[in-house]
């Protein structure tokens, strides 16, 4: 079965630093990873996906996520970090059988201007 | 616009009430979760549906019911049996195939035993 972690529960960063939010993952074949975004009694909001090709990928709000499969993370960085993107980060994993996706636990993004 | 609404946004339920939680996507999306979120802990899979008429336990289904009646339709009632129901629920659904597609969230349910 397929699982994730994210060994941070707490990210801090000053505005204008770039930010680094961890995920490390397990799954049987070919993974499918997800970084979702949730703001406060919101729900998850999609941010970026690797499914094949560049390890380095792109999403939404100048996010990316870089994927090494030898090391089985896929990183959530940003250059430059803005108060408003303070929230709850959650990676997530699919396998390639198509098996439930599962959820890491979260890691609190703190933004401090 | 397509998408998954989850209604109430708010609920209170007195201890030994049953209640029920609405979850409708009109994306045509065949597989339907529901899933708990506690402070701290996560996202935690109560049930999910991969097709109408059919559905199974997640990780910690017990106090909880489901029924998938139509496809549009995934409604989680939370049942007396529920010792500690009071959290933040959420819908997602996902269309069917490879597991290359990721899922969309409804906005959530916040449920308060009063």
């Known amino acids: 079965a397929q699982s994730v972690a994210q060994p941070e529960d707490q990210v801090n960063v000053a505005e204008g630093n770039p930010l680094t939010v961890k995920c490390t993952y397990s799954v049987s074949g070919n993974p499918y990873l997800f970084w979702y975004v949730q703001y406060p009694n919101r729900g998850l909001q999609f941010l970026l996906k690797?499914?094949?090709?560049?390890?380095l990928v792109k999403g939404s709000y100048g996010f990316e996520a870089e994927f090494n499969k030898s090391q089985t993370s896929f990183h959530l960085k940003k250059p430059s970090a803005l108060v408003s993107d303070s929230a709850l980060y959650f990676c997530?994993?699919?396998?390639?059988?198509?098996?439930?996706?599962?959820f890491g636990a979260g890691t609190r993004l703190t933004v401090k201007p | 616009d397509g998408g998954i609404t989850q209604s109430p946004k708010y609920l209170f339920r007195k201890e030994g009430q049953n209640v029920t939680l609405s979850c409708e996507q009109n994306?045509?999306?065949?597989?339907m979760y529901w899933y708990r979120q506690d402070p701290g802990q996560g996202l935690r899979l109560i049930y999910y549906?991969?097709?109408?008429?059919?559905?199974q336990k997640g990780d910690i289904a017990e106090g909880y019911s489901v029924s998938r009646e139509k496809k549009e339709s995934f409604p989680l009632t939370v049942t007396s049996a529920q010792k500690n129901p009071t959290a933040f629920y959420l819908c997602a659904s996902t269309s069917s195939g490879t597991g290359e597609r990721g899922y969309t969230f409804g906005s959530g349910t916040r449920l308060t035993v009063v």
């Open positions: 997530a994993v699919r396998g390639d059988n198509n098996n439930d996706m599962r």
């Open positions: 994306l045509n999306h065949d597989a």
């Open positions: 690797y499914i094949t090709g560049d390890n």
């Open positions: 549906s991969q097709i109408v008429n059919d559905f």
